[in-house]
């Protein structure tokens, strides 16, 4: 994967890319082809708990509240015994977890500062690599 400081400048520009991607679609498209079928599906557990965490945020039902306090609590855990614990997440994709905890305390901090909360969700485009980019040696 890329250096810590390329991560770092990849989720502080988030909020200004077009594509609404947390990570630049070219850095995306290059890793993804990359990686093995295993870290690809650690990859998307980490995606999914991010998706709601952003997601829900800022929500109001009580649904809503313990969708995001069970994200919160998923990012927050030091545990690294189980192999979909955040810490073992990480340590198999080579991300640094307080890196990724700061981003994520960084990004509620601001949306907290927004005057109107969009509901706009970051997304890794990850789900957009077809079996085709991976049978047979197509690549796009």
């Not at 400048?9 to 890319?17: E, Q």
């Not at 709601?52 to 015994?81: E, H, L, M, N, P």
Request: contains cysteine; glycine residues 8%; charged residues 25%.
């Amino acid at each position: 994967m890329g250096s810590q400081a390329e991560l770092d400048a990849m989720i502080s520009s988030a909020g200004s890319t077009s594509s609404g991607s947390v990570l630049s679609p070219s850095f995306l498209d290059a890793e993804a082809r990359c990686l093995e079928p295993e870290k690809r599906l650690l990859l998307a557990v980490l995606e999914a708990a991010v998706t709601d965490f952003q997601k829900y945020a800022t929500a109001v039902t009580g649904r809503g509240r313990r969708i995001f306090a069970d994200a919160d609590a998923w990012f927050a855990s030091t545990r690294c015994d189980g192999p979909l614990d955040f810490e073992s997440i990480c340590q198999a994709l080579g991300f640094d977890p307080s890196f990724v905890r700061a981003g994520l305390r960084r990004w509620r901090l601001a949306r907290r500062r927004e005057p109107n909360p969009s509901r706009a969700v970051l997304h890794f485009p990850f789900r957009r690599v077809t079996r085709a980019n991976h049978v047979g040696g197509a690549a796009s």
